[in-house]
T-cell receptor
């Protein structure tokens, strides 16, 4: 079991609402990456935070935003929810910004938009 | 653009029937290739990192190998508890993120 925890585990929201997902990174890790995984597909990179700064972003619109706190935990915020935002949201904890030796994932947050 | 494909999409094996999963990749300079196991509704579980062609790593019934264009995950004498989706991901030179393949869904029947 990894030291990466995500909350909540499940969430149901209505189209147009806003949502905040949370991730606590593993001890000793200062980098958090967020991924979206649709059913039956591989995870898609949303963005990464390193020492409280955004350090890379995938092909997601600006309504997906994030934060990283001094203790390296992180939040993913999604505004104006759309039905297609329904997915498993994963955070990954790692160290540094160079070659990744290991990255551990949390259990994910299952978001359903109705 | 970095890309990862995996085959087969799904694989059914009898307990004890060894096989291999394939991960093919195109990447702008490979920093690392990663294998994960994912159970339904859960986050991916880290298995291996491979860095250069010719490298091999083993863990219990699993062995991962790497060439310049693909990686194989060999499963020897699998058990039903090995049933899961196996994901392959690469980290390229120009990004801090992983690019994942779609996964191979493995079912091991008793």
């Amino acid at each position: 079991e990894t030291g990466v925890t995500q909350s909540p585990t499940h969430l149901i929201k209505t189209r147009g609402q806003q949502v905040t997902l949370r991730c606590s990174s593993q001890s000793g890790h200062n980098t958090v990456s967020w991924y979206q995984q649709a059913l039956g597909q591989g995870p898609q990179f949303i963005f990464q935070y390193y020492r409280e700064e955004e350090n890379g972003r995938g092909n997601f619109p600006p309504r997906f935003s994030g934060l990283q706190f001094p203790n390296y935990s992180s939040e993913l915020n999604v505004n104006a929810l759309e039905l297609d935002d329904s997915a498993l949201y994963l955070c990954a904890s790692s160290s540094g910004t160079g070659v990744v030796t290991e990255a551990f994932f949390g259990q994910g947050t299952r978001l359903t938009v109705v | 653009e970095d890309q990862v494909t995996q085959s087969p999409e799904a694989l059914r094996l009898q307990e004890g029937e060894s096989s291999s999963l394939n991960c093919s990749y195109t990447v702008s300079g490979l920093r690392g290739l990663f294998w994960y196991r994912q159970d339904p509704g859960k986050g991916p579980e880290f298995l291996f990192t491979l860095y250069s062609a010719g490298e091999e790593k083993e863990k219990e019934r699993l062995k991962a190998t790497l060439t310049k264009k693909e990686s194989f995950l060999h499963i020897t004498a699998p058990k039903p508890e090995d049933s899961a989706t196996y994901l392959c991901a690469v980290q390229g030179n120009y990004g801090q993120n992983f690019v994942f393949g779609p996964g191979t869904r493995l079912s091991v029947l008793p």
